[in-house]
């Protein structure tokens, strides 16, 4: 997590009304993902150096009017550098950033039409909840009724209407943060900027405060860029995801489309658990691994082509040994359980093949078909590896473990599929 300010008066807070989306824009200039939605926060080609180090390296991206979207990635892939030019509390090197239609690029934060709330609450200790919450309006000169009004509103829309003369040491940390949101809400800002705004509550607060802040977001309809890297928090409260690696964009997409479709082999091995197997492309089609030949749902590739093959534990089948299914599934390994880890309603087993000398092949099933299959450690399954569900990645370099084993850690490449 990177340092911010604690508070950045007016600009943090809001102020500027949105031109209309679209405006001073060519269609070209927008890239379309979802027709349906005008792009309201345009990024296009931005860079930041910091001297001789690029935090960012041409990173383009929209975010569409009342969306939801998660910047994701490992800690220092620049999340944060990319949501604080947005701001406009350290702009980019190069490239350019519209909100609205308005070109933003080169505006101080207090001309920038956002509401941002940090990891740290950041409320003012000294104010009450409702101060907290009023004191934006004040600021900009709201009459006093009106202020009173709004910041019932907002009391309520927290959930917090009893505690508004309350002071933030009084009040518990998902209830603080939830108050830095109104307090960012209150202007009614175009846009909402969260930087891993629920990373510091504790595990129960911060998935129940998730659902109530995507609730409160879908309610408003509020156009709202997280910064996070928990994958969890990303899947389940994103309408899209943007998945960073070193100051680049690997892929952007909805979660479903992330998990299901990662676009390289970075977001394969970052979303999710992922058994890597690496092969050599033969017969045009298939991918040799060790003594195996996999069938894959790809044509044109050429033969002799280092690759990686990617499938998740979920989507590996297992089955009661039969020589006979040999003949109904291409893609049939007989594996033996090595070893089992339960998973409360799911059981996660390790597979030792030949054909993967180094790591076990993972599979995840259910406890009732585990019970069914009696699976204990020692049993020889028939193990099933779908052809559709084989993803396949260009081998750039030779990463981590030897031909033929499987690994969850490998990087670079390219998706074939
Ligand atoms: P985290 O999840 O740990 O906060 P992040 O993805 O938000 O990570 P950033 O804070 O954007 O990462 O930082 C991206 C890279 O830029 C990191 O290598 C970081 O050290 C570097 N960086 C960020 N701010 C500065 C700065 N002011 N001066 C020099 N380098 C910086």
Known sequence: MSQHPIDIPGAALGGIAPLPPGVGQSEAQLPSVRPERAPYLVVSNVSKMFKDFTALKNVSLDVREGEFVCFLGPSGCGK?????????????????????????SALPPEERDFGIVFQSYALFPNLTVRQNIAFGLENRGMKRADVTARVDELLALIDLAAHGHKYPSQISGGQQQRVALARALAPSPG????????????????????????????????????????????????????????????????????????????????????????????????????????????????????????????????????PQSALLHPNRIAAEVENLEFLGSYLRMYLRHPAFPAKPLVAQTTQTLARALQIVPGKRLDVILPPERLRVFDRLVAHGPASGATSTVAKGGTVHD
């Open 80 to 104: 944060t550098t990319l949501l604080r030019a947005i701001a406009g509390l350290d702009i980019q090197s190069s490239g350019t950033i519209h909100q609205g239609g308005r070109d933003i």
């Open 191 to 322: 846009l909402i900027l969260l930087d891993e705004p629920l990373s510091a509550l504790d595990a129960k607060v911060r998935i129940h405060l998730r659902q109530e802040l995507k609730q409160l977001q879908a309610q408003l309809g509020v156009t709202t860029v997280m910064v996070t890297h928990d994958q969890d928090e990303a899947l389940s409260i994103a309408d899209r995801i943007v998945v960073m690696n070193m100051g680049v964009v690997e892929q952007v997409g909805t979660p479903q489309e992330i998990y299901d479709v990662p676009a390289s082999q970075f977001v394969a091995d970052f979303i999710g658990a992922m058994n890597f197997m690496e092969g050599t492309v033969v017969n045009g089609s298939d991918a040799r691994v060790g003594d195996v030949t996999f069938a894959l749902r790809r044509d044109g590739l050429a033969n002799g082509a280092a690759v990686v093959l990617a499938i998740r534990p979920e989507d590996v089948l297992v089955a009661d040994a039969d």
